[in-house]
């Protein structure tokens, strides 16, 4: 089965950072995407940041851009995403997934939709105060 779990939130003051690690098991190919989501109380899901595992494309939410980043160690089966400059608008309980169907490049046109993402780990919670 495929796993993921989702590790290295906590609470950060306002205009810190954090590196959130994406653990993955039993998806041995390196190809793929991994993606970054984030729910805050009251407000719907969206995709923070997403990363094809073969072809490296990268896509943010332009509200993160320059302050996140999302890297992929395709050796140790992990994702990481750097969050830099926090802002309590950033305070949501964050999710990773895997779209085990990614095509190379198609991320420049299809972004991170969540209903392409099959498998999805326990959230961990990011508290940013102010």
């Known amino acids: 089965d495929v796993q993921l779990q989702a590790s290295g939130g906590g609470l950060v003051a306002a205009g810190g950072s954090l590196r959130l690690s994406c653990t993955m098991s039993?998806?041995?190919?390196?190809?793929?995407?991994i993606g970054w989501f984030r729910q805050a109380p009251g407000k719907e899901r969206e995709g923070v940041a997403c990363?094809?595992?073969?072809?490296?494309?990268?896509h943010y939410l332009e509200r993160v851009k320059g302050r996140f980043t999302i890297s992929s160690d395709n050796s140790k089966n992990m994702v990481y995403l750097q969050m830099n400059s926090l802002d309590p608008e950033d305070t949501a309980v964050y999710y990773c997934a895997l779209d085990p169907d990614y095509a190379p490049g198609s991320m420049v046109v299809t972004g991170c939709p969540a209903l392409f993402y099959r498998y999805w780990g326990q959230g961990t919670l990011v508290t940013v105060s102010s």
């Open positions: 990363i094809g595992r073969e072809d490296d494309r990268t």
């Open positions: 039993g998806f041995t190919l390196d190809d793929g995407a």
